[in-house]
């Protein structure tokens, strides 16, 4: 069993609709970062969170530590959206090297 | 730049060669790490830099990879002996150094080993 379980691993959405994709873990973690992994393969970080709620523009990341979830959403979905994304994790006592999710692949049809 | 530099960005080598990756971190930032992920496949954890200390080599498959830091800026990743199942996209990435800080990726090196 992996680490870092991301669900759904393909997601078709309308330009327009709520996204949400989830991620779970198994190990204590000091951190957890979601990542957006663009067609060409480049890396972008989206967020760094250790608790609670991030916002930036449409994107909006959350997590519960109890529950060792967390969940990326974005609202009114664009094409441009279009990417993988990527849950990963920095293991408790860890030097802060990713452990990472298989990463969720999304596609806004206009 | 501003941002996380890598070279080459594709390197196709024959069976058995020797390969030698760089990465140009951002300035000033401590902690530099190594990524690859092989196609179809999650990204893993290779080898990690931070400061003078010595690295977590944790990561790496085989005593064919190694990695050398200078200071607090270059860094190179050599695969000695390469072989087919080192084809990958090998990805740099550098933070300020806090432990679960912000990574910034470089685009990476596409390595396709023939």
């Known amino acids: 069993k992996n680490e870092v379980e991301q669900s759904p691993q393909n997601l078709t959405a309308q330009e327009g609709e709520f996204i949400t994709i989830n991620c779970s873990y198994s190990?204590?973690?000091?951190?957890l970062h979601w990542l957006q992994q663009h067609p060409g393969g480049g890396i972008v970080s989206l967020f760094m969170?250790?608790?609670g709620k991030k916002k930036h523009g449409r994107l909006i990341a959350t997590i519960n530590i109890q529950e060792k979830h967390s969940s990326l959403h974005i609202t009114a979905s664009h094409p441009r959206d279009s990417a993988v994304y990527i849950c990963?994790?920095?293991?408790?006592?860890?030097?802060?090297?990713?452990?990472f999710g298989k990463g969720t692949k999304l596609s806004v049809k206009p | 730049g501003a941002g996380v530099s890598q070279s080459p960005s594709n390197k196709v080598t024959e069976k058995g060669k020797d390969v030698e990756l760089r990465c140009d971190p951002i300035?000033?930032?401590?902690?530099l790490y190594w990524y690859r992920q092989r196609l179809g496949q999650g990204l893993e954890f290779l080898i990690y830099?931070?400061?003078?200390?010595?690295?977590?080599k944790s990561g790496l498959p085989s005593d064919r990879f190694s990695a050398e830091r200078t200071g607090e800026s270059v860094s190179t990743l050599t695969i000695q002996r390469t072989q087919q199942e080192d084809s990958a996209v090998y990805l740099c990435?550098?933070?300020?150094?806090?432990?679960?800080?912000?990574?910034?990726f470089g685009p990476g090196t596409r390595l396709t080993v023939l």
């Open positions: 969170l250790s608790s």
């Open positions: 990963a994790v920095v293991q408790g006592g860890s030097q802060g090297n990713l452990i």
């Open positions: 830099f931070q400061g003078n200390s010595a690295p977590d």
């Open positions: 990435a550098s933070s300020q150094g806090n432990l679960g800080g912000t990574q910034y």
């Open positions: 190990v204590g973690i000091s951190a």
């Open positions: 300035s000033g930032h401590t902690a």
